[in-house]
């Protein structure tokens, strides 16, 4: 992936940059020396933004009956990125951005217009001014959300930061969080599903964030739940996005499908490591993690070496797959180099401009 990711992208087909900008003017870091100031997407988040947010040309405006996951060229996205890059607290803002943001295509710009957030009931004073052919956006009048992992536990690796960024910020006079989920304007509603609380299933929703999709397995009914989830957003022109580790390929996991899956609707974001080097070399694995850690100034290397070096000694392939970002078989069953790309060569493993 080219480090310019975002150098032929037309700004006018999307409203990922707008929904980036109301993230910076609503959503504050959650945690660490940079807690409170404004959250301001790196490279690689804006670009599963704008991304995630691009409208197709032919979309129409119908304010009688606005298009949802039409207006779209994707219905839903994936991104694969190692441990600690920052996926949690995007997914955090993307969900907050889904919750009250202007993510709902309102027509082309011809001159002139802006997005001010005091029409939308948020005195914060958010203004955007459109350039003539941006695509423009509104929020929705209800929004309804979950967030899906396999444990309470691993849902809080969205609902913690979330949480942070709505008590810090003004979208507190918008949303009350509490512990179980978060109330959202006219009924609207964040909530948390997982395997033990499968009576949420088959709810009408918007929007839904699947966290650690590379652990959704037959035997843990995660794929179950998604599968569901999924037919549920398409009932309400709903869309989604999955947040994974790389994940083992003899488990068929949701994320493994998703990946796979022929569907050309669907945007991967995945910044795969260079092939020729090699995980089991210290300073080959160096680079590596400069590489799929790049644009996560908050990852400290020398960190991230120490604990993959550790677990290299008793499960090579889980180190590979949290830290070098690589899809490689557990319990030390390692793919030769090449094999898997060249058994899956007619799939995208990139992410696609």
């Known amino acids: 992936m080219q480090d310019d990711l975002l ?11 707008l929904g980036a900008d109301w993230i910076e003017a609503h959503c504050s870091v959650p945690d660490g020396f940079d807690k409170g100031k404004a959250f301001v997407p790196s ?3 804006l670009f599963i933004l704008v991304n995630h947010y691009r409208v197709r040309s032919s979309a129409k405006w119908v304010p009688s009956r606005p298009l949802m996951a039409t207006a779209f060229t994707y219905r839903r996205s ?3 990125a190692p441990q600690k890059t920052g996926k949690g607290p995007l997914a955090a803002s993307v969900t907050l951005l889904e919750a009250a943001g202007p993510i709902v295509f309102a027509g082309w710009a011809e001159g002139g217009e802006t997005y001010d957030c005091r029409d939308h009931g948020c005195g914060c004073g958010f203004v955007y001014e459109y350039e003539p052919g941006d695509a423009m ?6 929004s309804l959300i979950q967030l899906v992992a396999t444990s309470e536990e691993q849902v809080d690796n969205v609902y913690r930061p979330l949480q942070s960024m709505v008590r810090g910020g003004p979208l507190s006079e918008l949303m009350k969080t509490g512990e179980q989920f978060v109330r959202l304007p006219n009924d609207g509603k964040i909530e948390a599903v997982t395997s033990s609380a499968q009576s949420r299933l088959g709810n009408p929703i918007n929007f839904a964030n699947f966290d650690e999709s590379g652990i959704y397995t037959v035997q843990n009914k995660m794929v179950r739940v998604a599968e569901t989830m999924r037919r549920g957003l398409a009932g309400m022109g709903g869309r989604s996005i999955e947040w994974t580790n790389p994940w083992d390929p003899s488990e068929n996991s949701t994320a493994q499908r998703t990946h796979e899956s022929k569907s050309t609707d ?5 910044r795969k490591p260079p092939a020729d080097l090699s995980y089991r070399n210290k300073a080959e694995r160096h680079k590596i993690h400069k590489y799929v850690y790049q644009g ?3 990852v400290d290397l020398n960190a991230i070496e120490a604990e993959a070096a550790e677990l290299m000694e008793t499960d090579p392939a889980q180190a590979e797959r949290f830290y070098g970002n690589r899809i490689v078989h557990g319990l030390g069953a390692w793919l030769k180099d090449g094999l898997w790309e060249g058994a899956y060569a007619g799939h995208a493993l990139v992410a696609q401009p």
């Open 7 to 17: 150098v032929t992208f037309s700004q006018s087909h999307t409203l990922g940059f």
């Open 43 to 45: 490279e690689w988040q």
């Open 266 to 270: 669907i945007f991967r974001f995945y």
């Open 78 to 80: 994936q991104c694969v």
């Open 296 to 298: 996560s100034p908050w």
């Open 137 to 142: 956006g509104i929020p929705r009048n209800t």
